[in-house]
Nanobody
Framework: VQLVESGGGLVQDGGSLRLSCAPSGLPSDAYVIGWFRQVPGKEREAVSAISSVDGSTYYTDSAKGRFTISSDTANNVVYLQMNSLKPEDTAVYYC??????????????????WGQGTQVTVTS
């Protein structure tokens, strides 16, 4: 299984970035895919996720209204559009997959697969 990420970078306060994650080799067509993020010294925190089964989405409170997750099923790519970025959004963002979405509500322990991570830096 591979989760290939791209799209991180450096942006000013209020700017936008779009992250991409292309999964391959997943053993099932039913899964939940999304992003966690992590800053040094803290645990990974859930950001957003989308279900491959019904397209339902999840957003953490800090992402609601600013981030949008979407899925391009034809090309098997998932996107996280991040608008109105703030310095506190600075982190390494990890694409992740679990089997039923529990991770985004109960913690990253249930994640089955991780991407390599991409750095997002928002300057003030």
């Amino acid at each position: 299984v591979q989760l290939v990420e791209s799209g991180g970078g450096l942006v000013q306060d209020g700017g936008s970035l779009r992250l991409s994650c292309a999964p391959s080799g997943l053993p099932s067509d039913a899964y939940v895919i999304g992003w966690f993020r992590q800053v040094p010294g803290k645990e990974r925190e859930a950001v957003s996720a989308i279900s491959s089964v019904d397209g339902s989405t999840y957003y953490t409170d800090s992402a609601k209204g600013r981030f949008t997750i979407s899925s391009d099923t034809a090309n098997n790519v998932v996107y996280l559009q991040m608008n109105s970025l703030k310095p506190e959004d600075t982190a390494v963002y990890y694409c992740a997959v679990d089997h039923n979405g529990a991770s985004w509500r109960h913690g990253s322990t249930y994640i089955a697969y991780w991407g390599q991570g991409t750095q997002v830096t928002v300057t003030s």
